[in-house]
């Protein structure tokens, strides 16, 4: 178990994955975000329209680098290769690195990295959901992603021998 699993309160499988990434490519990870609340901070928040409501996941860091990362579950289509992001989402996120002058990176499931600007530039308006909260998202084709690797540096070696 990694320290960041003993310090998690709340939390899933996709987020703990992202944080076992980075722990392995030599990052600091801690939890923020509603997954620090309580059970009733968090259920009253999501009746708001609070800013608060989109505050990032994760915070990274390594060396003088520091991230904040929102993990994105489940939000990428595998018939249509596109990523779905919350509209709401991406302002609260633009907002937020432009206020405290750090980078708001996407992690789905696949690993694949967004941030919010490159979700409004290169994302297309999307339909609202019928499931959910029924909010309006940007799709963005996962070919417009960033590899995880790239932006955060490679894993361990898988230790197998390349072909001669």
Known sequence: MTSFQHRKVVGDAHEERVAEELV?????????????????????????????????DLVAA???????????SRMTSRATHRHAVERAAVMA??????????????????LDILTPYDVLVTGRPGPHSVRGSG??????????SLAFDE??????????????
């Open 24 to 56: 392995l490519r030599g990052w600091d990870v801690s939890a923020w975000g509603q997954g620090v609340l309580t059970e009733a901070g968090r259920s009253a928040l999501r009746g708001t329209d609070s800013s608060l409501r989109w505050t990032p």
């Open 62 to 72: 390594k060396g003088s680098e520091i991230f904040l990362l929102d993990r994105k």
């Open 93 to 110: 996120h633009l907002q937020l690195a432009a206020w405290m002058q750090l980078p708001v990176c996407y992690v789905f499931d696949n």
């Open 135 to 144: 909010s309006a998202y940007y799709l963005v084709p996962t070919a417009r």
């Open 151 to 164: 932006v955060f540096g490679a894993g361990p070696s898988t230790g197998r021998l390349g072909a001669a």
